[in-house]
């Protein structure tokens, strides 16, 4: 069976779960091997973890050299893979650095890329929700190894036992590779809650919160759910860019999201849409939100929402 390379999405070593979700995408195409760029010392580890997921190999890429630049040391890391391996297919997470490393890749290995899957059936057949989720289009590459990047949450993480054997890979970075070099990395602010692009659950407010967002994170918090807001809630302040969700800002597409005081906007939808289940809490019963819920909730969101905290914290 031939091999189908996952690109390990790790912070230090510690392996995320878009990770697992690619090894068991990965395992109706083929053989999954776990390419894993990042601190030697953390490779053994690594393979603890994703051979749980069925990854037969781990690729040990020490990143050394590699880590004090942006995305093209990686690029070419994996494209020395892809030329070793000859994989059936290589599949990166769809993280804004994953989406630019696969890009690259594709370009250097004269490759067919997708990006955005939302699943992967056999045969490399992708789905893919474009036009702010209005068409669902079904799309494979014909022109070389596929390249595909899926979105978080796209598959449920299921368990199969591979032998993750470590195989240290030495690539060689190229003086072109190096170009842009980091010069300093902050790391995003621990709240104690999920990254929004992958959390199962994500609790959202907006406009009709009136700036405030205690309710909406007490009860995201009673969730284990990250914390998201419209462009509306962004603009006037109230909570960090890094909160959005839509056209301009993050896309995202948990198990579950959760709507309150948010109108529905095109371009909110645009980040939104592919939500497994959709449930929105809105005053106005005409608000477009309800036109793409699985459940909706007329009601003030400032009853609704500590209700709903208290029934679920008493469970
Ligand atoms: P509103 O549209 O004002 O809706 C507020 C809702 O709250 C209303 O439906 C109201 O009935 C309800 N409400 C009020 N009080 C309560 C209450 N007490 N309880 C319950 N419900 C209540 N928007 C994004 O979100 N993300 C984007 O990325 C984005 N990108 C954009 C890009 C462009 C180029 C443009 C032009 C716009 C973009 N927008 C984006 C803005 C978008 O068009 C909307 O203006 C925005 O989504 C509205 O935010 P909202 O739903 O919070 O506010």
Request: glycine share 10%; aromatic share 4%.
């Amino acid at each position: 069976m031939s091999e189908v390379l996952v690109l390990v999405d790790h912070v230090d070593g510690e392996v995320k779960k878009p990770t697992y979700e690619l090894l068991t995408i990965a395992r109706r195409l083929g053989e999954p091997s776990a390419v894993f760029i990042g601190p030697a010392g953390s490779a053994a580890g690594v393979a603890e973890k994703v051979k749980a997921y069925g990854a037969e190999k781990v690729y040990a890429v020490d990143d050394a050299e590699i880590k004090n630049y942006l995305v093209a040391p990686k690029a070419e890391a994996l494209q020395q893979l892809v030329e070793k391996a000859s994989p059936a297919a290589v599949l990166i997470p769809s993280t804004a650095e994953g989406k630019e490393i696969a890009g690259r890749l594709a370009i250097k290995i004269g490759s067919g890329l997708i990006t955005d899957a939302v699943d992967v059936a056999e045969g490399g057949i992708t789905t893919q929700s474009v036009f702010a989720g209005n068409y669902t289009v079904a799309a494979r590459v014909t022109t070389g190894t596929p390249i595909i990047t899926v979105k978080p949450n796209s598959a449920t993480p299921e368990e199969a036992a591979g032998a993750g054997a470590v195989e240290e890979f030495a690539a060689t970075v190229s003086d072109s590779a190096k170009k842009a070099q980091i010069v300093a990395s902050q790391p995003r602010q621990a709240t104690g809650r999920p990254e929004l692009t992958e959390a199962a659950i994500v609790v959202s407010g907006g406009r009709g919160t009136g700036g405030d967002f205690s309710e909406v994170e007490a009860f995201a918090d009673s969730l284990g759910a990250a914390v998201g807001a419209s462009r509306a809630a962004v603009d006037s302040g109230w909570v960090p860019h890094s909160y959005q969700i839509g056209q301009t800002g993050k896309t995202v597409s948990p198990q579950l999201y959760v709507a309150s005081g948010i109108s529905g906007a095109i371009q909110h939808r645009a980040g939104m849409q592919t939500s497994k289940t959709i449930v929105a809490i809105n005053k106005d019963e005409e608000a477009p939100i309800f036109e793409l819920v699985d459940f909706g909730v007329v009601g003030d969101l400032h009853t609704v929402l500590p209700a709903a905290t208290e029934q679920v914290t008493q469970r």
